[in-house]
């Protein structure tokens, strides 16, 4: 028997909805090991969001309510604090950015193996992580040795914890040592004058093109069809294409009635932004490529050949 | 100030690959620098050209092989490199904490002010050995670093942290810290002939745990891959077939349905 320790996530006095879906997977793994499920929400209004957490399912609520904002020395210092007054063994975050910025820094302090970007699991006895490498295009299984750990699992892939819980909440006071980290401001990005997610069309480029004068090509089709140019992270990292364009994590979510994706192997963090389209048609060279387990139309071959010939027939 | 910069030689899959056992086989995986390590390279590199660093080391774990990807960073800027290897990562999955442990262990002999490495590495994909290795280390951190300013008199960094939804939060961080750095951070150069040239004569100073005062017990892992396959395809999408020119017709056909048109 062992208790689970979910970590929730806000921002900005909103939780996040990776909060939810922590908590289902939590609840799944503390169901394999006979144990209770703990949630743990950090900094801000920790009343209301104890509310809004206390989820079917959910054991007990932990709540600390030191500072307005995400701080990473906040965050490790209140789980270890849990760790040590529960009987959690497992502490289960969001791979997020913010659960990036202090999961791993937890596994280190308590000397815990440490599992990133799982997608699913398995409680035999010992974990078993299932989780991708080489870039989505193989599925691993992770067995971790001992029986505490910590896990970060991917948004999207567990369903949110609905309902209402008869959950616990306690509120706990931990010292804190002065934080070597003070965020002072946030910024909302990929403003200016063409707003993606308002478009019914998206004409989407990836790196597939290449080389930053093929661009045209795109903006050709994009022309034809009436649509809005928008891309995956590659081409704004490389400044073809400005900030407001990027579809994805960072970037805009969109749910156009058509999103042509192309050459896009549609990566999780873009996926992450798009996979709400009505209608999903991919152009791509790699019949493996992840965009096309998402895609309603698929056109396996060169962009190169396909582009221009499908501004032809709307010329 | 001192800048350390952990790079990763990756493996990137062939479009048609094989796997063979618990990883791809050799033969279908080609190698290069780690894309985010590039950035991380690059930020540094400028930090020297700024006057800000006087020396910039680049760190790897990685075999004889990852040499060449190495000299591309030293050929980019970096003064000097360290390439630890030893048999026992030849064996099994290296964990996050075996990669800090050797870290720690350059960390200690190098001495940085600041420590840069990618988000994460594009074939493992944990993103997890920067902020771990501030924690071993006993220095602050910040991870998915977009933006960076270093005022070294002050002894902090300010950076710009790339949240989801496209808020970015702005943080100072104290140094000595670890910046795990994200994609578009900068624009990493091509390296130069002169570069290239010059990098032939740079040190690469290759060591084995031993060399470190480590032994294989130090970097035991965790874990262990026990399975890798490709993940069942959940398409049910309608390939369109034929060529370029078949194809666009059909997928024309779609997009009227769909009431697409100028």
Known sequence: ?315 | MKVLVTVKEVAEADDDFAIEGTDIAASDLEYDLNEWDDYAVEAAVQLAEAGIADEVVTVTIGPERAEETIRMALAKGADRAVRVWDDAFEEGFADVAAKVSTLEAVVEAEDPDLVLGGVQAADTGFGATGVALAERIGFEHAAVVNDLDVDADAGVAHVHRELEGGVEELTDVDLPAVLTVQTGLNEPRYASLRGIRQAQRKEIDAKDLGDLGLTAEDVESALAITSMYEPESESDAEIIEGDAGEAAGRLAEVLRDKGVSA
């Open chain 1, 1 to 315: 028997m062992a208790d689970v320790l979910v970590v929730a996530e806000h921002r900005r006095g909103e939780l996040r909805d990776v909060s939810y879906e922590a908590i289902t997977a939590g609840r799944e793994l503390a169901d394999a090991r006979g144990g209770e499920l703990h949630v743990a929400v950090i900094a801000g209004d920790v009343d209301a969001f104890a509310e809004d957490l206390n989820r079917e399912g959910v054991d007990a609520i932990h709540t600390v309510g030191n500072g307005e904002e995400f701080d990473h020395n906040v965050y490790q210092a209140a789980i270890a604090a849990l760790l040590d007054r529960t009987d959690a063994a497992t502490v289960v975050a969001p791979n997020s950015v913010n659960g990036l910025d202090y999961a791993p820094a937890v596994a280190e302090d308590r000397g815990l193996p440490l599992v990133t970007d799982a997608t699913g699991f398995e409680y035999d006895g010992g974990l078993t992580v299932v989780r991708e490498m080489y870039g989505s295009k193989v599925e691993t299984t992770v067995d971790v040795d001992g029986d505490r750990h910590v896990l970060t699992v991917r948004g999207g892939e567990w369903a949110p914890a609905e309902g209402v819980g008869d959950a616990t909440v306690e509120s706990v006071e931990v010292d804190l040592p002065e934080s070597g980290a003070r965020v002072t401001g946030f910024e909302e990005v990929g403003g200016g004058d063409v707003d993606i997610a308002d478009a019914d069309v998206l004409v989407s480029v990836g790196r597939g093109i290449e080389e930053e004068e093929n661009l045209e090509l795109v903006e050709g089709l994009a022309d034809a069809l009436g649509a809005t140019l928008s891309a995956s992270r590659p081409i704004v990292d490389n400044g073809w294409l400005p900030k407001n364009r990027q579809v994805g994590q960072s970037g805009k979510v969109v749910t156009p009635d058509v999103y042509i994706a192309v050459g896009i192997s549609g990566a999780v963090q873009h996926v992450a932004g798009m996979k709400g389209s009505d209608t999903i048609i991919a152009i791509n060279t790699d019949p493996n490529a992840p965009i096309f387990d998402i895609a309603d139309y698929g056109i396996v071959g060169n962009l190169f050949e396909v582009v221009p010939e499908l501004v032809d027939e709307f010329a």
